[in-house]
């Protein structure tokens, strides 16, 4: 699964740390198996006045090792209609009693092991009254089945129906042992309105029309795997097939993106072969196929055979010329076919053997398809998320202890963990790395595993230990905080290099490349960084331009160097040439603008091969000093006007906006016009500043046709500065149908700004109850975070200021009036 806002939430909002222990946290054992699923075969009905589905269930079960007379299933807020224990042709009513959350049944007879049983259950699963069934307020955010716009009151959004299995709520529609450790064989007859598309895992084998105008769709999946990957996705859907060694690959989309679908996910076929060849095994599943879901509750699923992606995934042409931003996803989600679906973690405490891969595989296509700065890139930007989180650094990546299962879904589970495994792949090597893969696979195939053995695979091939490796990284938490320092003895010719570890954890074990650069030639050093202090010191016949410490720029930790100079940092970005290891250089220059030096370096980096080096450059950029203006003045334009990234050209134009020049305004209007939305975006967000009466103007204008991402950011915004009520229905209207998302929580702090000004109380109110369904909206997973920074920060906001206003405003009364509004909305 992928979550989304996760890099947002940890930058805006205060953190509060706590510390992992058993005195705030329950010790969660990996799940009991008592009894042992085996095969699921349903019957479903979907009733979209009620959103409640009507199910017939036979699962086949067997004792795991000791004889049983009953057994225990998740059946979450459900109406149980009949239980019977089915033989042959002939099902007999069963003793059961229900509490609304588990459901006990009474056997016919006692069963041994490798003896097999099947019940019968019929049932009503009622997701949205699951409180009322029964259901916890902890699962009330987990519907497990979801009836999107289900009477089709709503004229802009389609009528669909979804499932979220992940982490236990397969079991709110179809009752089952909900438990990841557990995993069967699967039947699913979906009776659906013959207009809509169905989806399910495995293969669609049959359908039938039925004389009601449905039709019943029949999907087998022959091949084991966990309850939470069960899936049911109906539609309106338009699939768009493609082929990978004769096994069906297909995208259900809405119709109108069907003629981007290939697009959007067409480097899948390509995903997979890649995949195969780094794990050495072969896609295991009869087919793929991706689906879009609105109001979707997460970034995506890996449901088996049937990934789920927010409709975020559903880019239009226009959108895709600044780049895919879903593609890193589409690996995510596939990868886990391998790791989350063939070998699963055996309970969400071992989540890491799960999500840490699906988050590397990132790093791992990126690098694959578009060379080694974009995997390193997507490495570094998943380390900072992690490294900026003080509370996820002080939680084990494979921990025991947690109040809920949804706590594991975090920064360490996905960001650390997949950083974790980058630093193992480099200490490996990548041969024995893929054949440790290759070997926990295979040893683990259509079964579950936790972090000791994927040790034990990485420790077979390698025939290395690594218990330290695993002791550190993967049962402990934190991670090095390290001050080196460099000092070169020209008496003795030796370079010196001492590394403090400051971290309060123990001191972390650290095989580390350093790098030294004299007369023109690089000498490697492995070493191992073992001690909160320790001096390595080396031969160098004379000064060396540079001391690289983690010459691979792998190594997961917070790091200052003294006695860096600039010279060094400038010579590291013309010779050490790793995507870091000129971040690093760009940055430092960034921080050194008074030098002429310094400044020549970043106007070099201006042209950097790597796009997303230019853009950081750009924005690394000081042009309120002269001296910088002047130096990169015809760079900028040059990337404004042809760069062939558009969003680097964005980046240009936005930099342009600090030259009062007549023809860069001529291109900022022109660019408005930009078949980029990232462009169009950037060129009316400095038109805004330029002048803003035009920039309204133009997004009057193009606020009647479509605009999405940036431009649609920057036609709000240029509504929300003129503060005019006869736009409060389009910035609405367009922040509504916003899926969850960064661009989403961007546009609230610029709609709270909106609503200061304006006097008309309906309007506020309209922006107001924008905001608060935006925050009862939020998947539990973000609310802890998100919900008190609505309320304490925007709504609070807009309530002072017009407490202010009230104090000079012959309108006292109408303001008066928002006031009380928004309070009892905080309330």
């Given at each position: ?251 259900y989309v809405e119709k109108e993106y069907a003629a981007v679908a290939k697009k959007i ?57 600044d780049g895919n931003e879903w593609e890193s996803t589409i690996a995510h989600e596939l ?244 995507y870091v290891d000129r971040r690093e250089a760009i940055a430092a220059c960034a921080a ?236």
């Open positions: 699964m992928r979550n989304i806002l996760r890099l947002l939430v940890i930058l805006m909002l205060p953190v509060v740390v706590f510390a992992q222990s058993a005195t705030d946290s329950v010790y969660q054992a990996v799940p009991e198996k008592i009894n042992d699923l085996v095969h699921t075969k349903l019957e479903a009905r979907f009733d979209y006045e009620k959103s409640y589905m009507y199910g017939k269930v036979w699962i086949t079960l067997t004792p795991h090792f000791y004889s049983v007379d009953s057994v225990t299933l998740d059946a979450k807020g459900m109406d149980i209609k009949a239980v019977g224990i089915v033989k042959g042709t002939v099902t007999a009513p069963a003793k059961y009693t229900y509490d609304g959350q588990k459901l006990y049944i009474k056997l016919d007879k006692a069963y041994q092991r490798g003896q097999q049983y099947k019940v019968y259950i019929a049932y009503t699963a009622k997701p949205e009254e699951l409180e009322k069934g029964g259901g916890s307020a902890a699962i009330k955010d987990n519907k497990g089945i979801y009836f999107i716009n289900p009477k089709g009151e709503d004229k802009d959004k389609p009528t669909q129906i979804w499932t979220q299995g992940e982490t236990e709520s397969t079991s709110v529609w179809c009752p089952t042992i909900d438990k990841p450790n557990q995993k069967c064989t699967q039947e699913f007859f979906l009776i659906v309105p013959s207009k809509y598309v169905s989806l399910s895992n495995g293969k669609l084998l049959q359908q039938q029309k039925n004389a009601d105008g449905t039709r019943t769709d029949y999907w087998k999946m022959d091949l084991p795997h966990s309850p939470y990957l069960f899936f049911i996705g109906i539609g309106d859907y338009a699939i768009v097939k493609d082929m990978y060694k004769g096994k069906e690959v297909s995208y996910f067409g480097n899948t076929p390509e995903m997979i072969s890649f995949f195969e060849k780094l794990t050495g095994v072969n896609y295991p599943w009869p087919k793929y196929a991706q689906m879009t879901a609105r109001d979707y509750v997460s970034g995506a699923m890996e449901n088996t055979t049937a990934t789920l992606h927010q409709e975020s995934a559903q880019q239009d042409s226009r959108q895709l010329l990868f886990h076919h391998w790791f989350g679906d063939y070998v699963t973690a055996k309970s969400w405490s071992n989540l890491t053997v799960n999500e840490s891969f699906a988050n590397f595989s990132q790093v791992l296509w990126d690098e694959y398809k578009y060379g080694k700065d974009a995997g390193d890139a997507e490495n570094y930007e998943n380390m900072q998320q992690y490294l900026h989180s003080a509370a996820d650094a002080r939680k084990d990546l494979v921990r025991f202890y947690y109040k809920d299962k949804e706590d594991m879904f975090d920064l360490v589970s996905y960001q650390k963990g997949g950083r974790i495994l980058n630093m193992l792949r480099n200490f490996l090597g990548e041969e024995a790395f893929y054949k440790g893969l290759n070997l926990y696979l295979n040893t683990y195939k259509f079964g579950n595993a936790d972090a000791n053995q994927l040790r034990l695979a990485f420790e077979e091939i390698s025939g290395k230990d690594l218990n330290w490796f695993f002791n550190q990284w993967y049962f402990s938490n934190g991670h090095p905080k390290l001050n080196i320092t460099y000092s070169y003895d020209s008496g003795n010719k030796t370079a010196t290099v001492n590394v403090k570890q400051t971290q309060s954890n123990p001191a972390f074990t650290l095989p580390v490349a350093i790098d030294i650069y004299a007369d023109g030639k690089k000498v490697r050093h492995d070493v191992w960084v073992t001690e909160k202090d320790q001096t390595f010191t080396f031969p160098s016949v004379s000064q060396p331009d540079l001391i690289n410490f983690d010459g691979d720029k792998i190594l997961l930790s917070e790091k200052t160097e003294a006695g860096k100079s600039l010279a060094n940092y400038i010579f590291q970005y013309k010779n050490a040439g790793a050194a603008q008074d030098s002429a030096a310094a400044i020549e370096l970043l106007k070099t980096a201006l042209r950097d091969k790597y796009f997303g080096l230019r853009s950081f450059a750009i924005n690394s950029l000081d042009l309120k000093k002269d001296a910088v203006k002047q130096a990169v003045e015809t760079t900028i334009f040059d990337l404004a006007k042809g760069d062939v990234k558009p969003t680097v050209k964005a980046d240009a134009l936005m930099a342009l906006g600090a030259y009062d020049k007549q023809i860069y305004t001529d291109m900022i209007r022109r660019s408005v016009n930009d078949s980029s939305y990232s462009v169009a975006g950037a060129a009316l967000t400095v038109l805004s500043n330029i002048d803003s009466a035009a920039a309204y103007s133009d997004a009057k204008r193009l606020s009647q046709s479509t605009a999405k991402g940036k431009l649609s950011q920057a036609i709000s915004n240029a509504f929300t500065m003129a503060g005019r009520e006869e736009d409060v229905d389009y910035v609405m209207n367009l922040y509504n149908k916003l899926p969850l998302s960064d661009e989403k929580f961007e546009l609230s702090q610029m709609i709270a700004y909106y609503a200061i000004q304006l006097k008309n109380t309906d309007k506020v109110k309209k922006i107001v109850d924008g905001l608060v369904s935006f925050r009862e909206d939020l998947p539990s997973i973000y609310k802890n975070n998100l919900a008190p920074y609505i309320n304490n920060v925007l709504l609070k906001s807009i309530a002072n200021q017009k407490m202010a206003l009230k104090n000079v405003s012959p309108d006292a009364a109408a303001l008066q009036q928002q006031i009380d509004y928004i309070n009892e909305k905080i309330k």
